[in-house]
């Protein structure tokens, strides 16, 4: 399946963070085709937020996106997205390829906080993720994935999808998690349980006091499924869920109980999720 690449609408960004006297500043920015920022700007005084910007709207099969980060020490920065990044369905068999890369360096932290990404029926896509930490780097990174749209009852009765998100400390992995969606394991008791939306919250630098705090945090409710899980002092957060902003609603809750406690920062919401 999907092996055919060629041709395909290339989109790169590679963004490099460091520390001048007063803040943290964009030292690198590279861009090859649809695939840029908006200005940097600082709610929080030295924190550099940063929103990323893909003005096609969609990926379509044949389409590589790649997102490489890297941070220096002392930096700290926050990335998110103004919108849904949306898959299209894919002709010709054609795979659409997003590749995403973080290197977060010693005493720095990142905090990759993007909305949900719609993926539609028929699609082809693959999916890599990998956050490479170093010493006491600090990061607070979700995924979430809506496969189809709920809301008018479209479901993903089509299409192949493989997931690869990673997560490794001084070259030592800590979590590698692999999945592969067609339409027939949707329904599977050991994968989505019927549900199109599932998300990974990842928190680094975490103690029991963090881990209670956002056990806390998971309502009593229907139409959704989350474990909490605590590998050495990264907590691992997965939910599943009939709606999107049953794990977003969730996750952003976790967010900002928590940030008071790992990055010592009380949370400064992005100005982009009210609109």
């Known amino acids: 399946m999907c092996d055919d690449l060629a041709n395909s ?46 003005p096609p709207g969609g990926v379509v099969g044949g389409d590589q996106l790649t997102i490489e980060v890297k941070t220096d020490s002392n930096s700290c920065s926050l990335i998110t997205t103004p919108g849904a990044t ?59 994935q809506c496969l189809g749209r709920p809301a008018i009852n479209e479901s993903f009765d089509a299409g192949n999808l493989k997931f690869n998100f990673e997560l490794w400390r001084d070259d030592t992995p800590i979590l590698i998690d692999k999945l592969k969606i067609n339409q027939s394991e949707l329904d599977n008791v050991v994968g989505l349980r019927g ?20 056990r806390s945090k998971i309502p009593q409710g229907k139409g959704y499924i989350y474990g909490v899980t605590q590998i050495e002092d990264i907590i691992v957060i997965r939910g599943l869920a009939n709606k999107t902003h049953l794990i977003q609603d969730i996750f952003r809750n976790i967010w900002q109980s928590v940030r008071p406690l790992v990055f010592d920062r009380e949370a400064s919401v992005p100005r982009i999720w009210a609109t």
């Open 195 to 214: 549900h199109p939306v599932f998300g990974t919250f990842i928190i680094s630098s975490a103690s029991q006091t963090v881990l209670d705090l956002v």
């Open 86 to 144: 949306k898959i299209y369905r894919s002709k010709d068999c054609k795979c659409a390829v997003i590749n995403q890369s973080f290197s977060i360096a010693n005493d720095s932290s990142l905090e990759w906080l993007p909305m949900e990404t719609i993926i539609f029926p028929g699609a082809e896509s693959n999916f890599f993720t990998k956050f490479s930490l170093s010493g006491n780097a600090k990061l607070a990174a979700w995924e979430v």
């Open 9 to 54: 609408w290339v989109a790169k960004l590679e963004l490099h963070f460091s520390k001048s006297k007063s803040k943290t500043f964009l030292s690198k920015r590279k861009h090859i085709g649809p695939l840029t920022i908006q200005r940097a700007f600082y709610p929080e005084g030295d924190l550099c937020h940063l929103y990323l910007l893909h």
